[in-house]
């Protein structure tokens, strides 16, 4: 099949904002596409490192293009990209994520039928070793629900997996830039809740596991995550009042495990050689044996209100907690 970049099927969006270590394996594995009507859009939000520099050599294809914007947040930059796309289909993909070289031609064919508005693969974990392994298997099945229940994997890497038909866009759906760790979890509830998605019961990409993403930004990950489900309360997606509550009490128990694990860390972690601070909650700089004891106690703190509120809401789920305590720290010792 011949490429023409004037009208290409599929417009690829990566975002990307100092990435110069991944993205040529990034964009390798757009090129090595099976299906290669396609053209790229790279949207660089302000990088300050070598990306720029390890764009520019790609850029002799006419498909790709390569546009900067100064630092706006990836939502900003996905939304662009939108902007920009010229394809009947849109497809995401961050920019240390690897696709398989079959990824587009499995699900462009998975979007044929007019029932289906946008599909998604499983996933292989891609770790800084390495080392690659299955991630949990996603679920078409009552997606909205099992996303705002937060249950169970729904889409793996929902940023580097979705492709979509145009039309789920036409009604102005967009990455909120409200949001920047939990920017796809919201636009999927939205996605979901109007349009009709698809699984490809085949692993197509590599999601990279970085230990150093913006994602492990506990404070930052509690704001957004709360703020996504208020939205989604004001937007009426919670179908009663007892299962919102069962949504809030489930997504304040993840937090916490976000807290504890955090708190876990910083025991197992020598002090003042790499120590994770929770005003940044990224490992980043030696810590003093005071801030360390005031990270610990913040960690542990912040779990300990997330499951208060997690019982309060939704009283049910304190036998769920108990169940998980009994396996981990009493049947298993």
Known sequence: ????????????????????????????????????????????????????????????DKRIQYHYQKNKGVSAARNRGIELSKGMYIAFLDADDVWLPMNLEKKIMALQPDTIDWVFSDALLLFENNNVIVAPDGTDKLILEHYLLWDRMVVPGPSSNIILKRKCLNTGLRFDPMFSTAADQDFCFYLSARYEGKRIAAPLFKYRQLTNSMSKDMRVVSKDHYNVYRKAENNKLF???LFKNKCFSNMYIILAGGWWSIGGNIINTKPLTRMPNTRGIIPTKPSSPRFILIDLMTSWYKTIIYLIKAIIIYPPNSNKLMAKFFKKYIYAG
């Open 1 to 60: 099949m011949s490429s023409n970049p004037s009208s290409p099927v599929v417009s690829v969006i990566i975002p990307t904002y100092n990435s110069g270590k991944y993205i040529e394996e990034t964009i390798q594995s757009v090129k090595q596409q099976t299906f290669n009507e396609w053209e790229l859009l790279i949207i660089d939000d302000g990088s300050t490192d070598n990306t720029p520099a390890t764009i520019l050599p790609y850029l002799c």
């Open 239 to 241: 179908k009663s009042y």
